[in-house]
């Protein structure tokens, strides 16, 4: 069976995750500009960064369960226009109440991420599911990570406003993209809209796979955000005094480490997902070992980036195939259930590693972020037999013998 995804479609695809997940984290390497220029003090800067992030998560339970009940290409378009409105509006703000109405209705409708992600799954046949799902969940992370290199950049010698028309136009230009490039899906609604809030609560509290990969998620996403909420303390700090430009420049190193776990969805596709969860999150403990080193050697730091990020895209898209495998007609509400423990996870990072950092320097935080990735070790090998209950969803019971 051909897969539903060409080389082109998945460009696509990356491309919007890639974009739409940069409008939530485009504002942090511009972050003082934008602040000077609105007229917030220092103590307000913080509610730049949260409105993107307070609107995603809003988004991940209001709108991803909408992907198991209407076309999911159309939805990809839509949601790439209101991005794109979100952005214009944050770029075009006179005062900081409409930048942050801006952003939040921006990160509102960035997860499309997730609609696109079940788009993939929904479309590939199940030997191709966990290659596709890598290769378009890459797009995130460049997104994530690249965006701080270009917005640094971009907002250093054109002004933080332009970061967000830039954001703002490749969205619209996507929209096109995606209504042009991938077909709709042909499937009839299983439920209304609230039937669906309601399954997504009920997964949430009760699937044993999805609580036991969110756990997983959860730990995993604050180790990764104890490092990029923080780096720059100790990059900006003696004896580097980078600047926000040269401090981003990192984010290439960690693209580097997560674009070579691409392989990791191969890897799910042949049953092995299980055993990379934990040997990933295992790396991962032990990255923090050379990130620790960032007041001494940088190269030692570049290190330790490029190995927590692989550690951390292999561990990502190995969950997002066992949930995507194990309810294929409810994946995106799964997704998004998954993804709010992904954002609660990256704001506990973010929180605590400015807290240890200030309380004990770099060591006490890279402390922490080796602890988040203990956590979740810890967490996928006590539940690590749930992937049989998994293939238990999906595989139907043989008829007896003497019943056929």
């Known amino acids: 069976m051909a897969s539903g ?6 460009a696509v695809l990356a491309l919007v995750c890639a974009v ?6 485009g504002i942090q390497p511009v972050i003082e500009a934008a602040g000077r220029d609105l007229g917030l003090d220092e103590g307000s800067l913080g509610w730049l960064v949260a409105a993107g992030q307070i609107g995603y998560l809003a988004g991940l339970v209001l709108l991803v369960p909408l992907g198991d009940l209407v076309d999911r290409r159309r939805l990809i378009t839509v949601h790439l226009l209101l991005t794109a409105a979100g952005a214009g509006v944050a770029a075009i703000a006179p005062v900081a109440a409409v930048a942050i109405a801006g952003l939040a209705l921006a990160g509102l409708f960035a997860v499309v991420v997730q609609i696109t992600v079940a788009y993939v799954a929904a479309v590939s046949p199940a030997g191709e599911r966990g290659r596709n799902i890598g290769a378009v969940t890459s797009g995130v992370v460049v997104g994530i990570l690249g965006v701080r ?9 054109a002004g933080w406003r332009v970061v967000y028309l830039v954001i ?11 209504r042009l490039t991938l077909e709709p899906e042909l499937r009839r609604p299983r439920a209304s809209y609230g039937d669906a809030l309601s399954e997504l609560v009920r997964l949430a509290a009760g699937d044993r796979l999805l609580l036991s990969r ?23 700090d003696a004896p580097w005094h980078l600047g926000s430009t040269e401090a981003g420049l990192f984010g290439l190193a960690g693209l580097t480490g997560a674009l070579g776990a691409a392989r990791a969805g191969r890897w799910a596709d ?12 295992a790396v991962l403990a032990a990255s923090w070992l050379l ?18 990020d692989f550690a951390v895209q292999a561990v990502h898209v190995s969950n997002q195939h066992l ?7 409810r994946s995106s509400g799964v997704i998004g259930a998954y993804m709010a423990c992904y954002s609660l996870g990256s704001a506990l990072g973010a929180v605590t590693t400015t807290w240890a950092y200030s309380a004990a320097g770099w060591t006490a935080a890279s402390l922490l972020g080796a602890a988040y990735a203990g956590l979740g070790l810890l967490a996928a090998v006590l539940t690590r037999r749930l992937p049989r209950y998994a293939q238990a969803l999906i595989q139907p019971p043989r008829e007896p013998e003497e019943a056929r």
């Open 291 to 308: 990130i620790a080193q960032a007041g001494s050697s940088l190269w030692l730091l570049i290190a330790g980036v490029v190995v927590l």
């Open 214 to 236: 969110g756990l997983v998620a959860f730990f995993l996403f604050a180790s990764f955000g104890t490092l990029w909420s923080g780096l720059a303390l100790p990059l900006g």
């Open 5 to 10: 995804l060409t080389g082109r479609r998945r």
């Open 149 to 157: 290199v270009v917005a640094g950049t971009l907002g250093e010698h």
């Open 270 to 281: 042949r049953g092995r997902a299980p055993a990379v969860t934990c040997w990933a999150l």
């Open 20 to 25: 739409a997940v940069s409008v939530v984290y």
């Open 168 to 178: 703002a136009g490749l969205c619209a230009a996507l929209a096109l993209a995606a």
């Open 323 to 329: 949930l995507t495998t194990a309810r294929p007609d």
